[in-house]
């Protein structure tokens, strides 16, 4: 991948990276493609990361219906559940795939440009 295409995953990498509820998975797939940076391992370890991201995005109506669940109330609280809910609903509206939280946001940044990532 090019040094523009690099830099930009990086940084969208650190950004999902630092937000407290990413899961796991997402993170340890970013830390690996970190560590592999200049390494015989980075187009390997790039195509997992992307393997992953594909896996762990969240799609709108995935956080509609559990924002509307019970489980979502008890996740959220109540009112902050209508409001995810409501805000799904309105990002969906306009045509939004997936949530756009700051853990979501950047991986779907990095998702639209997996074909220069993974050259």
């Known amino acids: 991948m090019n040094q523009d295409v690099k830099d930009f995953t990086v940084q969208k990498v ?3 990276m630092s937000v407290p509820y990413c899961c ?4 340890e797939a970013g830390q690996a493609f970190l560590d592999a940076l200049g ?3 980075e187009a390997e370890k790039a195509k997992a990361l992307i393997a992953e991201l594909e896996l762990d995005i969240m799609p709108v109506d995935q956080l ?3 924002a509307k669940s019970e489980a979502g109330a008890q996740v959220f609280g109540a009112e902050t559940a209508k409001n995810v809910a409501a805000h799904g609903e309105e990002i969906k ?3 939004a795939k997936y949530c756009d939280c700051e853990a979501c946001a950047p ?3 990095i998702l639209k440009r997996k074909d220069e990532i993974l050259g």
């Open 14 to 16: 650190k950004e999902f």
């Open 24 to 27: 796991e998975e997402a993170k």
């Open 39 to 41: 390494t015989e391992q």
């Open 64 to 66: 509609i219906g559990f």
């Open 93 to 95: 509206a306009a045509g």
């Open 107 to 109: 991986v779907e940044a």
